[in-house]
Nanobody, 124 residues
Framework: QVQLVESGGGLVQPGGSLRLSCTASGFSLDYYAIGWFRQAPGREREGVLCISGDTHRNIYYVDSVKGRFTISRDNARKTVYLHMNNLSTDDTAVYYC????????????????WGQGTQVTVSS
């Protein structure tokens, strides 16, 4: 069974850091792009950034996270990490990882596999 499971969310103060993990089971991450999306209360789910399946390049869809968020991947562990630094209250949302073959996309409709989401709350 194809499955993605996120972990690592929680409560953090503004300026703090978190690392989210997305672990795959039932398929190999090789050649899959992994996108991170987030959904804040009352807002649409938006693509934040993605790591491609071929070059492992980070592709950003939200300007406000550039310089603060990065993605890394460990295909042997079937895990992708979202490193979030200097968090602000605007980053509060449920974060989802999603997988599609090879190429990144900022459109959630292009992703076949989704995790259940993990809550990130940034508050003092």
């Amino acid at each position: 069974q194809v499955q993605l499971v996120e972990s690592g969310g929680g409560l953090v103060q503004p300026g703090g850091s978190l690392r989210l993990s997305c672990t795959a089971s039932g398929f190999s991450l090789d050649y899959y792009a992994i996108g991170w999306f987030r959904q804040a209360p009352g807002r649409e789910r938006e693509g934040v950034l993605c790591i491609s399946g071929d070059t492992h390049r980070n592709i950003y869809y939200v300007d406000s996270v550039k310089g603060r968020f990065t993605i890394s991947r460990d295909n042997a562990r079937k895990t992708v990490y979202l490193h979030m630094n200097n968090l602000s209250t605007d980053d509060t949302a449920v974060y989802y990882c999603a997988a599609r073959q090879n190429f990144c996309s900022d459109s959630k409709e292009h992703y076949a596999h989704w995790g259940q989401g993990t809550q990130v709350t940034v508050s003092s």
